[in-house]
Each structure stands twice: as C-alpha cells, then as structure tokens.
C-alpha cells in the first residue's frame, strides 16, 4: 500500500533551516507529481510546494518563494524540501502528498490539493527564539 512518512521536523530559530524528507513506498514514485502542504491548527491546509514527477518543473507558493527549495530523488523514492530563512509564520505540520498525475500543474494553472489522493502523517515545524 502507498506509505508516505516525513521526518526532519523540528524547532529552529528565526533565520534557520531545516530540511524536510519524505520517504515513499508502495507505488511508482517517478510516476506521479509531488507536493509538499502545511497546516496550522484551526486553519486550512496551505499548499506550499510541488515537483514534477521528473523533477524538471518545480512550484512554490508565493510565502516561501526564495526561501524554500523542493527537491525528489527518484532512485531513493524521496521527496525533500529545503527551508531557508524561517519566519514564525512558517510553524506548521507540514505534509508531502502524492498527486494522481505527473505535472503539479498545467501551464497558466494553479495546483489544486483535489489532485492529490495520497498523504503523511505529517512532521511539525515550530520557528520560534
């Protein structure tokens, strides 16, 4: 059965990184699209980042550009995100999720959370001093 499992959660300061992986099993991993997603308690999920199944095309939410990075190994079945420069505002349970398709998005599109059918159990990030 599809697995996905974060690790690399922790507390770091302002200013900080810390990087995020997220093991997969049970399907094709190089077959489908990647995203990574956020939630703070009482509020929605925020979509934060997504990979193209090949790793060519990579997307970011406009709160994270510059300072996040999205990265897959195909030959390990992992997905990893790169934060940089944490705010606060990034303290959240962070999730990867499998989309059912193999690009994020189509061009001139935004990325839907309705595409993706598969997700974590999530890791928290605080970022507090």
């Known amino acids: 059965q599809v697995q996905l499992v974060e690790s690399g959660g922790g507390l770091a300061q302002p200013g900080g990184s810390l990087r995020l992986s997220c093991a997969a099993s049970g399907f094709t991993f190089s077959n489908y699209a990647m995203s990574w997603a956020r939630q703070v308690p009482g509020e929605g999920l925020e979509w934060v980042s997504g990979?193209?199944?090949?790793?060519?095309?990579?997307y970011f939410a406009d709160s994270v550009k510059g300072r996040f990075t999205i990265s897959r190994d195909n030959a390990k079945n992992t997905l990893y995100l790169q934060m940089n420069n944490l705010r606060p505002e990034d303290t959240a349970l962070y999730y990867c999720?499998?989309?059912?398709?193999?690009?994020?998005?189509?061009?001139?599109?935004?990325?839907?959370?309705?595409?993706?059918?598969?997700w974590g159990q999530g890791t928290q990030v605080t970022v507090s001093s």
């Open positions: 990979i193209d199944s090949d790793g060519s095309d990579r």
């Open positions: 999720a499998k989309s059912t398709r193999t690009v994020v998005a189509d061009t001139g599109t935004h990325p839907r959370l309705a595409d993706y059918d598969y």
